[in-house]
T-cell receptor, first 117, second 114 residues
């Protein structure tokens, strides 16, 4: 149980286009999901907390108009990178806690590799 | 505020040797601590966690970690390294339960030598 999926796993786009990444909790409901960004050989940096039915909470330094987050249902959060540029190329990972399990842990998606040309 | 320090961005061990990956944390509240492993181009997989109770925690793949409050440490160990253990390892601390917000260490890349 407690599986989180991401789609797509890999995307290549041209500079200036927008890219949508989906994060789904497959077998549990998640009122909260987290979006991370990971540069090569670096740690995960929390970008934002996605809240079902309300606005996302962004970490300091993260442009909310650049990285649009929508948590439309209890099993789906989307991250849209708007007007992507090469510096947005990165590995994006989402996670969700299964609050009902009592296990106090997040479950991570497999990640999405974004390459902006 | 919480923070996590992983000493040694790269660790190399011989196959069959002891693995020791260091993690120190700072937290103003009783911490919840985690170790995750990441293989190339993949997400994170939980190795083990400490929330409350026994301070020596056993995880998957033969890994274990001990929570030492006096040393503010949560070092990860494995008695005998296997080639398949080569990966990136992240230590994380969470804020007060209910937020599930993690702070990650910078990671340690483990290399296992034949």
């Amino acid at each position: 149980g407690a599986v989180v999926s991401q789609h797509p796993s890999r995307v290549i786009c041209k500079s200036g286009t927008s890219v949508k990444i989906e994060c789904r909790s497959l077998d549990f409901q998640a009122t909260t999901m987290f979006w991370y960004r990971q540069f090569p050989k670096q740690s995960l940096m929390l970008m934002a907390t996605s809240n079902e039915g309300s606005k996302a909470t962004y970490e300091q330094g993260v442009e909310k108009d650049k990285f649009l987050i929508n948590h439309a249902s209890l099993t789906l959060s989307t991250l849209t990178v708007t007007s992507a540029h090469p510096e947005d190329s990165s590995f994006y990972i989402c996670s969700a806690p299964d609050g009902t399990s009592g296990r106090y842990e997040q479950f991570f998606g497999p990640g999405t590799r974004l390459t902006v040309l | 505020a919480q923070s996590v320090t992983q000493l040694g961005s790269h660790v190399s061990v011989s196959e069959g040797a002891l693995v020791l990956l260091r993690c120190n944390y700072s937290s103003s509240v009783p911490p919840y601590l985690f170790w995750y492993v990441q293989y190339p181009n993949q997400g994170l997989q939980l190795l083990l966690k400490y929330t409350t109770g026994a301070t020596l925690v056993k995880g998957i793949n033969g890994f274990e970690a001990e929570f030492k409050k006096s040393e503010t440490s949560f070092h990860l160990t494995k008695p005998s390294a296997h080639m398949s253990d080569a990966a990136e390892y992240f230590c994380a601390v969470s804020e007060v339960p209910g937020t599930y917000k993690y702070i990650f260490g910078t990671g340690t890349r483990l290399k296992v030598l034949a």
